[in-house]
């Protein structure tokens, strides 16, 4: 119902007044009477869809959300991902943080992508409002708001993925020009495996006999420590072929280990790191000499174009490099299929029309 009312002041306001789907009642008081009656209309409607909200759940504020979430919501999650999380929230937390969740609409929020992209790059910008996009989901699954007012927002667009796929000349040219270890480039090269993969690869896990190396773990460096999990995919569970010239150093690394030995390993024994590994065996100062730009994950990149040099198809190219999706596959290395545009034009051009002109 809609309460007329006058205040002390004179003047007149509108309050709302109705039961709750619990049986209890809430209100609201407007200053016009549309307001009040376009009000009371919502709060009906939502209470026969189902999907009414109590109004004072909403008042908790963002910050409040997070730390619900963090300790119940992302404890399934990998450590790397939830740091990934910790790290995005220092970019909501300054502006959205203090505020009611009901209280966050999408302007707002569209508000808070423009600004952050004034001063942060597009992955940093997508990935806080992943996570702002996450909590929201939260909010209302735990029935704090009923919609997500972030789902929709116009996002920065992401750069061309950059080029930085090496020749076969220049991965043998980076190993051989290594101080130590140039092996380890070659293997990253013609197995397409992640840092992380090739740093927890073990002796168990090759098969020098059938040529296959099984990838079945990873191990990621997180805030000083190595975290080892399996792959983050069930695509990234996976066989990878062994070319000849890799299974030589493979098995060179492999004489007089155990089988739960790892293949690559520090001098200490432990898991490689990345930053200590590049200084450390001469891979930086070795492309910088050499005129290349390149990082580890750039030699995983570079197995794709070698792998399609070999005439591999996009299928065996996403098996081996355990994308689970081949779009993903596809978007990356859909360059290297351009010379293909040629063949298939010439192909058109020598196509015959029949006698009646079909």
């Given at each position: 119902?809609?309460?007329?009312r006058?205040?002390k002041?004179?003047a007149?306001?509108?309050?709302?007044?109705?039961?709750?789907?619990?049986?209890?009642f809430?209100s609201?008081?407007?200053?016009?009477?549309?307001?009040?009656?376009?009000?009371?209309?919502?709060m009906?409607a939502?209470?026969?869809?189902?999907?009414w909200?109590?109004?004072?759940?909403?008042?908790?504020?963002?910050?409040?959300?997070?730390?619900?979430?963090?300790?119940?919501?992302?404890t399934?999650?990998?450590v790397?991902?939830q740091?990934?999380?910790?790290?995005a929230?220092?970019h909501?937390?300054?502006?959205?943080g203090r505020?009611?969740v009901a209280?966050?609409?999408?302007?707002?929020?569209?508000?808070?992508?423009?600004?952050?992209?004034k001063?942060?790059?597009?992955?940093?910008?997508?990935?806080?409002?992943g996570?702002?996009?996450?909590?929201?989901?939260?909010?209302?699954?735990?029935r704090?708001?009923?919609?997500?007012?972030?789902?929709?927002?116009?996002?920065?667009?992401?750069?061309?993925a950059?080029e930085?796929?090496?020749t076969m000349?220049?991965?043998?040219?980076?190993a051989?020009?290594?101080?130590?270890?140039?092996?380890?480039v070659?293997?990253?090269?013609?197995?397409?495996?992640?840092?992380s993969?090739?740093a927890a690869l073990?002796?168990e896990?090759?098969?020098?006999d059938?040529?296959?190396?099984h990838?079945?773990?990873?191990?990621?460096?997180?805030?000083g420590r190595?975290d080892?999990d399996?792959p983050?995919?069930?695509?990234?569970?996976?066989?990878?072929?062994?070319p000849?010239r890799?299974?030589?150093?493979l098995?060179?690394?492999?004489?007089?280990?155990?089988?739960?030995a790892?293949?690559?390993?520090?001098?200490?024994?432990?898991?490689l790191?990345?930053?200590n590994?590049?200084?450390r065996?001469?891979?930086d100062?070795?492309?910088?000499a050499?005129?290349?730009v390149?990082t580890?994950?750039?030699?995983?990149?570079?197995?794709?174009?070698?792998?399609?040099?070999?005439?591999a198809?996009?299928?065996f190219?996403?098996?081996a490099?355990?994308?689970e999706s081949?779009?993903?596959?596809?978007r990356?290395?859909a360059?290297?299929?351009?010379?293909?545009?040629d063949t298939?034009?010439a192909?058109?051009?020598g196509?015959?029309v029949d006698?009646?002109?079909?």
């Amino acid at each position: 119902m809609i309460e007329r009312r006058e205040r002390k002041d004179g003047a007149i306001t509108y309050r709302v007044r109705y039961r709750t789907p619990d049986g209890g009642f809430r209100s609201r008081s407007f200053r016009r009477r549309g307001d009040a009656v376009v009000y009371e209309r919502e709060m009906e409607a939502q209470k026969r869809r189902g999907d009414w909200v109590d109004p004072q759940r909403g008042r908790v504020t963002l910050a409040m959300v997070w730390e619900e979430y963090e300790r119940s919501g992302m404890t399934h999650l990998r450590v790397t991902t939830q740091n990934g999380y910790r790290y995005a929230w220092k970019h909501i937390e300054p502006t959205l943080g203090r505020w009611p969740v009901a209280k966050i609409e999408h302007a707002d929020v569209a508000e808070w992508v423009a600004n952050l992209s004034k001063t942060a790059g597009t992955d940093t910008v997508r990935r806080a409002h992943g996570v702002l996009c996450r909590l929201l989901d939260h909010a209302c699954r735990t029935r704090r708001v009923p919609v997500n007012v972030a789902r929709g927002v116009r996002l920065p667009k992401r750069a061309p993925a950059r080029e930085r796929i090496l020749t076969m000349a220049q991965v043998h040219a980076l190993a051989d020009g290594m101080s130590s270890e140039g092996d380890v480039v070659l293997a990253l090269a013609y197995l397409g495996l992640r840092w992380s993969e090739l740093a927890a690869l073990r002796c168990e896990d090759v098969n020098l006999d059938r040529r296959r190396v099984h990838v079945v773990q990873r191990a990621t460096e997180v805030e000083g420590r190595i975290d080892v999990d399996q792959p983050k995919s069930r695509a990234g569970h996976r066989y990878v072929p062994i070319p000849g010239r890799i299974a030589t150093l493979l098995e060179s690394r492999m004489a007089g280990k155990p089988a739960d030995a790892l293949v690559f390993a520090s001098p200490q024994g432990d898991f490689l790191r990345s930053r200590n590994w590049r200084r450390r065996s001469g891979f930086d100062s070795t492309a910088e000499a050499l005129g290349i730009v390149v990082t580890p994950h750039d030699l995983r990149r570079t197995f794709g174009s070698l792998a399609r040099m070999a005439g591999a198809d996009l299928r065996f190219i996403q098996k081996a490099m355990g994308h689970e999706s081949i779009t993903t596959t596809a978007r990356i290395y859909a360059h290297l299929y351009d010379d293909e545009l040629d063949t298939v034009a010439a192909a058109l051009d020598g196509l015959h029309v029949d006698s009646e002109g079909y």
